[in-house]
Nanobody, 121 residues
Framework: QVQLVESGGGLVQPGGSLRLSCAAS????????MGWYRQTPGKQRELVAT???????NYTDFVKGRFTITRDNAKNTVYLQMNSLKSEDTAVYFC???????????????WGQGTLVTVSS
């Protein structure tokens, strides 16, 4: 069974940086796109950034120039480097993987359990 395991969340001061990681565990042959989403209480989950297997990236406007998404295909891991963090970046960040192929199954979409990022002084 494939799972997405996130790490790297925590408390940081405004203007600071954090790096999130998300590793897909299990026997994986390929993953199409991977990405990060975030959610705050009472709001819908929103896109932060995505990256394809060929490293084509897409960012939502409010993180452009501050966040960088990268990917290590050999490790089935996606990263989110977050710089110049603002209080409004406080949220639970979720990892997402699309079209995950294993030797015995195909998953249209998988989600991690989420990691909390708190930006506060």
């Amino acid at each position: 069974q494939v799972q997405l395991v996130e790490s790297g969340g925590g408390l940081v001061q405004p203007g600071g940086s954090l790096r999130l990681s998300c590793a897909a565990s299990g026997s994986i042959r390929s993953i199409n796109a991977m990405g990060w989403y975030r959610q705050t209480p009472g709001k819908q989950r929103e896109l932060v950034a995505t990256i394809t297997s060929r490293s084509i990236t897409n960012y939502t406007d409010f993180v452009k120039g501050r966040f960088t998404i990268t990917r290590d295909n050999a490790k089935n891991t996606v990263y989110l480097q977050m710089n110049s963090l603002k209080s409004e970046d406080t949220a639970v960040y979720f990892c997402n993987a699309e079209s995950v192929l294993t030797p015995i199954a195909w998953y249209r979409e998988l989600w991690g359990q989420g990691t909390l990022v708190t930006v506060s002084s």
